[in-house]
Antibody
Framework: QVQLQESGPGLVKPSETLSLTCAVSGVSISSAYWWSWIRQPPGEGLEWIAEISHGGTTNYKPSLKSRVTISMDKSKNQFSLRLSSVTAADSAVYYC???????WGKGTTVTVSS | DIVMTQSPDSLAVSLGERATINCKSSQSILYSSNNKNCLAWYQQKPGQPPKLLIYWASTRESGVPDRFSGSGSGTDFTLTISSLQAEDVAVYYCQQYYRTLTFGGGTKVEIK
């Protein structure tokens, strides 16, 4: 059974970099599939941020592209998100996801505040 | 980007009655490898992550009650709750996973 688990700091200061990791179990991230990060600000809908393929190809949401990096560590079977220059608007629940067919982590709440 | 347009924004249905939510994609999301549509439906309750109900447009996730069903093809898709129960009050989202991931705006389902 494929499982995903997000981890990272729950509080980030404005202008700093948010770093999250998704640990994947039940499948090798380098064997197949695309893997994504999605976020949901409080009271709002779901927003796709970035994706990475099993081969390392990446795609980013255009409006976030200048601030986002997605990467993978095959040795640890995990992938990561870095979002730089954060503001309060980046406060959200962040989910890691296998794209197709969908499998989601439980999410981690990130608050941007000084 | 593939735009997902969901309707209605909210829906009030009596207990035991049918609830229908529609979702339209801006282009075909048919996956040629298996001839299935890359469309998923989620249920989200307050404070919880989205719960996968349906994928491949009509395949029910394990453990999901059979009152939930998905249908449609091409660009038009539907989620039906055949007999609404109190525990079905939630926000429902459609999502395409054909090219990156995009979501509908959500439909809030309430009891009338």
């Amino acid at each position: 059974q494929v499982q995903l688990q997000e981890s990272g700091p729950g509080l980030v200061k404005p202008s700093e970099t948010l770093s999250l990791t998704c640990a994947v179990s039940g499948v090798s991230i380098s064997s197949a599939y695309w893997w994504s990060w999605i976020r949901q600000p409080p009271g709002e809908g779901l927003e796709w941020i970035a994706e990475i393929s099993h081969g390392g190809t990446t795609n980013y949401k255009p409006s976030l592209k200048s601030r986002v990096t997605i990467s993978m560590d095959k040795s640890k079977n995990q992938f990561s998100l870095r979002l730089s220059s954060v503001t309060a608007a980046d406060s959200a629940v962040y989910y890691c996801v296998r794209n197709n067919p969908p499998v989601w982590g439980k999410g981690t709440t990130v608050t941007v505040s000084s | 980007d593939i735009v997902m347009t969901q309707s209605p924004d909210s829906l009030a249905v009596s207990l035991g009655e049918r609830a229908t939510i529609n979702c339209k994609s801006s282009q075909s999301i048919l996956y040629s490898s298996n001839n299935k549509n890359c469309l998923a439906w989620y249920q989200q309750k307050p404070g919880q992550p989205p719960k996968l109900l349906i994928y491949w447009a009509s395949t029910r996730e394990s453990g999901v009650p059979d009152r939930f069903s998905g249908s449609g093809s091409g660009t038009d898709f539907t989620l039906t709750i055949s007999s609404l129960q109190a525990e079905d009050v939630a926000v429902y989202y459609c999502q395409q996973y054909y090219r990156t991931l995009t979501f509908g705006g959500g439909t809030k389902v309430e009891i009338k």
